[in-house]
């Protein structure tokens, strides 16, 4: 059974840092490519970033220049670390997994991890 | 502003079919797979359809997907209260190298 499990989410002020990780059991994590989807309350879904099998890597305009993805395959763990937080980067942060080795959709979702960002 | 659309909200009854569209542009929509997910209130989003009209093990016959052009569709036959939810369209924009999401439909089964 295919499982990402989000952490690191915190309540935090503008202009602070902050790493949330994911760690993933169930597939072969190296095969795939994986993203970062987040969710403002109440709103609906925005790409953040995504990062394939070989380290290629994409980001949202919104995030382009302060948020860095990475993973590591040896731990089964994807990452995100922001920096310069604002507080429309406010959301319930998910892991994602894609069906495919490069960056295309996201395949299966964690549960979350809530980052709240005050000014 | 989404890159894809999608309307709002959709509401029928039990029993019937409802359709949720996904409009969209050369550079995403026609050029790349779409996938269709559900968020019930307080969950994750559920992957539903996937490379334009492929389901996943698990989900029902009910929920078919569609593509023509730079537009997507959603059909849910057989609706039941349990499919009350908010659906999103996603792909990815080979034009702007990142990914996008409608901004998704709320569906009221009444």
């Known amino acids: 059974e295919v499982q990402l499990v989000e952490s690191g989410g915190a309540s935090l002020q503008s202009g602070r840092s902050l790493r949330i990780s994911c760690e993933v059991s169930?597939?072969?994590?190296?095969?795939?490519?994986m993203h970062w989807v987040r969710q403002a309350p109440g709103k609906g879904l925005e790409w953040v970033s995504g990062?394939?099998?070989?380290?290629?890597?994409g980001y949202a305009d919104s995030v382009k220049g302060r948020f860095t993805i990475s993973r590591d395959n040896a731990k089964n763990s994807l990452f995100l670390q922001m920096n310069s937080l604002r507080p429309e980067d406010t959301g319930l942060y998910y892991c994602?997994?894609?069906?495919?080795?490069?960056?295309?959709?996201?395949?299966?979702w964690g549960q979350g991890t809530l980052v709240t960002v005050s000014s | 502003q989404s890159v894809l659309t999608q309307p709002p909200s959709v509401s029928a009854a039990p029993g019937q079919k409802v359709t949720i569209s996904c409009s969209g542009s050369?550079?995403?929509?026609?050029?790349?797979?779409v996938s269709w997910y559900q968020q019930v209130p307080g969950a994750a989003p559920r992957l539903l359809i996937y490379?334009?009209?492929k389901r996943p093990s698990g989900i029902p016959d009910r929920f078919s997907g569609s593509k023509s052009g730079t537009s997507a569709t959603l059909a849910i036959t057989g609706l039941q209260t349990g499919d009350e939810a908010d659906y999103y369209c996603?792909?990815?924009?080979?034009?702007?190298?990142?990914?996008?999401f409608g901004g998704g439909t709320k569906l009221t089964v009444l």
């Open positions: 994602a997994k894609d069906r495919y080795p490069i960056v295309s959709v996201p395949d299966a």
């Open positions: 169930g597939f072969t994590f190296d095969k795939f490519a």
């Open positions: 990062i394939s099998w070989k380290n290629t890597l």
């Open positions: 050369s550079s995403n929509m026609r050029s790349n797979y």
């Open positions: 490379d334009d009209d």
């Open positions: 996603g792909t990815w924009d080979a034009s702007l190298s990142v990914g996008v």
